[in-house]
């Protein structure tokens, strides 16, 4: 599952969201990975942030509240 997101404010940024499984090796939890480009490159986001698959329904309920 993948989805990008216009970024408000900006000319070409994107929200661009994906689930990546083993992000860093066999071992490793899927994540979800949550990135921000300001030039519109959803594949390569200046900033990004992995969320562990564990915590993602914690992290949802926070950002409900901030709303």
């Known amino acids: 599952m993948s989805k990008t997101i ?7 940024g994107v929200i661009s969201i994906i689930k990546l ?3 860093y090796g066999e071992k490793s ?3 979800a990975s949550i990135g ?3 030039a ?7 900033w990004k942030v992995h969320i562990p698959m564990e915590n993602l329904d914690e992290v949802i309920e926070a950002l409900k509240a901030l709303k």
């Open 21 to 23: 499984e083993k992000p």
């Open 6 to 12: 216009e970024l408000s404010g900006t000319k070409k």
């Open 36 to 38: 921000i480009s300001l």
């Open 40 to 46: 519109g490159n959803a594949e390569g986001p200046e």
């Open 29 to 31: 939890g899927a994540v």
